[in-house]
């Protein structure tokens, strides 16, 4: 089972890198533990406060005991002196993936990108899924079902019906409260043939059709499904959705609002609808300690993704998590902002996108999340299915190079403390 560092331990680690190691010393470690400079270097930050950005990013990617390796065997960067103070039992482990513990945990489905065509998939893929949570992850409740986007290939009724066939399926298997299902539309969601249809000239559109983009995507799936209609008007896209019970907001938030047929890459976030949403929570602090959470389709990391400033204003707002999807592969990273305030960012895979719209070498995917009841710890599980007809499995590509896991955890306890 994996050892659990402590505060004090970090602590050490902190003072001791900053004493022991130069700059590029720093740098040197980071690439051994394939941690890129954006993610916790600057030129105008002191030694003090490198180490600390430095070892905050080693515990955020759960890496800490392959530093803690590299500072004891490295020929060129062990340091004995930081290592004599740290506790015997982080350095000794056992990363056996299949002997990590379990915890009382809310369970998460997220899916996207499902791409769906026909009844004929929608009736593979309700097989394929439940077999892998029911017989391979043992679940039998869902406690929310998260979907990030792209649900059709051309947003038609055909496509929708056999969507709405297997998500119906899924929620009644089990057990998913309707007021928990958060559904994002993607680019795939929006009718082609309506933004023809409102076309008068080159760019120029007949606002009112234009909006009705959606209009397939909310009543042939997402008000069936959610009990309403998802709104027209793009202010009124930020739907955020709150949890008494269990101290959660979460924010939907459409990244396609712009798109149509000719500027298909116009992906954004209305800020009208963040500041209607956000402004429903702002002033009340009653909130202040929930946990909350950001759902949209496209990513905010890496290359063609969308205008990432809307998430100063969430991280302002203390929100500690956003989902994605789009890019057809999993994704983890986070995005900082201001002194040391920052939001963990979780991307799913595609779920069933056709074969020649996958990324090179990556298979199909989906998250399967657990989060604690306390709402400090996240740990999202990987699956990956390599054959069309075949069998959802664990997805090792995070962590150590060396000794993948299928899984990885944030620790939300230590994001954006205001």
């Not at 795939?188 to 234009?210: G, M, P, T």
Request: overall charge negative; aromatic content about 10%; some cysteine.
């Amino acid at each position: 089972m994996e050892s659990r560092s402590t505060f004090r331990d970090r602590e050490i680690l902190i003072k001791g890198i900053s004493t022991y190691y130069s700059v590029e010393d720093i740098k040197s470690l980071a690439r051994l533990l394939d941690i890129s400079e954006a993610e916790y270097f600057n030129a105008y930050i002191s030694s003090n406060e490198l180490a600390d950005k430095f070892v905050t990013r080693v515990f955020q990617l759960s890496k800490e005991n392959q530093l803690l390796e590299t500072i004891k065997d490295n020929e060129d960067l062990k340091r004995p002196n930081i290592i004599k103070n740290i506790s015997t039992d982080i350095i000794n482990v056992d990363n056996n993936e299949n002997e990590d513990e379990s915890f009382n945990s809310l369970k998460i489905l997220h899916l996207s990108d499902i791409h769906l065509g026909t009844s004929a998939e929608a009736s593979k893929y309700k097989l394929q899924l439940k077999t892998d949570l029911i017989s391979r992850l043992k679940v039998e409740k869902i406690d929310f079902l998260i979907l990030s986007g792209d649900i059709t290939n051309a947003s038609t009724f055909d496509e929708y019906d056999a969507a709405f066939k297997f998500i119906e399926d899924i929620i009644k298997s089990f057990k998913i409260d309707r007021s928990k299902i958060i559904i994002v539309p993607g680019n795939h969601d929006l009718s082609w043939d309506v933004c023809k249809r409102a076309l008068i000239k080159e760019d120029e559109f007949n606002k009112e059709i234009y909006k009705l983009r959606f209009d397939n995507f909310s009543n042939y799936f997402y008000s069936k499904l959610c009990g309403q209609d998802y709104p027209t008007e793009y202010e009124k896209q930020g739907i955020l959705y709150k949890y008494e019970e269990e101290k959660i907001i979460v924010l939907g938030l459409n990244s396609a609002w712009e798109i149509d047929h000719i500027k298909k890459l116009r992906a954004s976030i209305n800020m009208e609808s963040m500041s209607e949403s956000i402004g429903n929570i702002i002033m009340d602090k009653k909130y202040n300690d929930w946990l909350k959470i950001a759902v949209f389709h496209h990513s905010v990391t890496g290359k063609d993704s969308m205008d990432n400033g809307f998430l100063e204003l969430l991280v302002s707002n203390n929100f500690k998590v956003c989902m994605h999807g789009h890019i057809h592969e999993a994704k983890y990273d986070f995005y900082s902002y201001g002194n040391n305030r920052e939001i963990a960012i979780i991307g799913a895979g595609t779920f069933g996108a056709p074969a020649e719209e996958h990324v090179l070498g990556v298979p199909l995917q989906y998250n399967f999340i657990e989060l604690s009841l306390d709402n400090k710890q996240i740990k999202v599980n990987t699956r990956r299915r390599e054959k069309v007809d075949g069998a959802w499995e664990a997805d090792a590509r995070w962590g150590d190079k060396d000794n993948p896991k299928p899984f990885y955890k944030i620790d939300l306890s230590k994001i954006n403390n205001i």
